[in-house]
């Protein structure tokens, strides 16, 4: 298995419109496309540039793990998304290695691509996202 690029750094929010007044309006870049993802309780907005992402994560819910995060930090950088070309081998590479994953099999992220979130605890305090392209 191979870590094959940054797909997406992701920001957590209160107001997307609050902070899409800086990442759009103030420094340019365009918000190709706004979804709700159900499964993960949240909005995602998203600014693409050179190959990889801005993408900024409102939660729809006061339960979820991101509203969570928002409650006790604030907004601010929330996890680093790596694409990797086979998520079940990845995931079964770092759990083999003693890796703490919060999701041990894949779920469905926006576009409903595959993707799972290792442990802070496991990578020095960054949540990590990975996910594989469909
Ligand atoms: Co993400």
Redesign the pocket.
Known sequence: MSVKRI??I?VVVDDIEGALNFWRDALGMDMTHMEEVAE?QSI?AFLPTGGSEI?L?KPTTDSSGVAKYLAKRGPGM??I?VEVDDIHATLAQLKAKGIKLINETPTI??GGKQ?AFVHPGSTSGVLV?L?QAA
């Open positions: 797909d997406h992701a993960q995602v993408e994560v929330h996890h998304c992220g926006a993707i996202e996910y």
